[in-house]
């Protein structure tokens, strides 16, 4: 069964980290590109980053550039977001999703988590 399942959201301060999981089932995540995306109360989804088959990464919005990097464990089958510096503004809940097909572009996102709320606040 393909299953997509977001994990490592919570509370934290303004200028700290967090680490999302986006653990992947019936799939192999080198096999598709994964992006991760969020939704802040009142706002539309927007993208934040992706990364293609060959492990390069997209940015989606520059309010994230230079403070979230993604990555992949191929052996976990998992892919990653790291969050630093976060900022009241990047509360949202996250989400990861698989596009059908290999790049961060083109082709529709197909699969999608339940998401995992982050909330930066002092």
């Known amino acids: 069964q393909l299953q997509l399942v977001e994990s490592g959201g919570g509370l934290v301060q303004p200028g700290g980290s967090l680490r999302l999981s986006c653990a992947a089932s019936?799939?192999?995540?080198?096999?598709?590109?994964i992006g991760w995306f969020r939704q802040a109360p009142g706002k539309e989804r927007e993208g934040v980053m992706c990364?293609?088959?060959?492990?390069?990464?997209?940015l989606y919005t520059d309010s994230v550039k230079g403070r979230f990097t993604i990555s992949r464990d191929n052996a976990k089958n998992a892919v990653y977001l790291q969050m630093n510096s976060l900022k009241p503004e990047d509360t949202a809940i996250y989400y990861c999703?698989?596009?059908?097909?290999?790049?961060?572009?083109?082709?529709?996102?197909?699969?999608w988590g339940q998401g995992t709320q982050v909330t930066v606040s002092s």
């Open positions: 999703a698989r596009k059908e097909g290999y790049f961060c572009s083109g082709r529709a996102w197909g699969y």
């Open positions: 019936g799939f192999s995540v080198d096999s598709h590109a």
């Open positions: 990364i293609n088959v060959s492990g390069e990464s997209k």
